[in-house]
């Protein structure tokens, strides 16, 4: 589990994909979580504009973010 660091209130499930460089643009991060391929603290997500906020855990492929405030 790879541990992201923010120093917001929130990140955006699509900024954080790019952030992570899961994705190498904001159209793949559209495309990957609009077919289902995210899911969000265990659930499937299809909201790209979801709030993440310290404590939300996101996988996508082999990769599992936690989000951790700063």
């Known amino acids: 589990m790879e541990i992201i660091t923010i120093d917001t209130e929130y990140i955006k499930l ?3 994909l790019k952030f992570a460089s899961l994705v190498g643009s904001g159209g793949e991060a ?8 995210v899911k969000v603290n265990g659930e499937v997500c299809t909201q ?3 709030k993440l906020r310290p404590g939300d855990v996101v996988a996508f492929d082999r990769f599992t973010l936690k989000v951790e405030g700063a």
């Not at 559209?30 to 391929?37: H, R, T, V």
């Open 48 to 50: 790209r504009g979801k």
């Open 30 to 37: 559209k495309f990957a979580i609009a077919e289902g391929l």
């Open 14 to 16: 699509d900024a954080l």
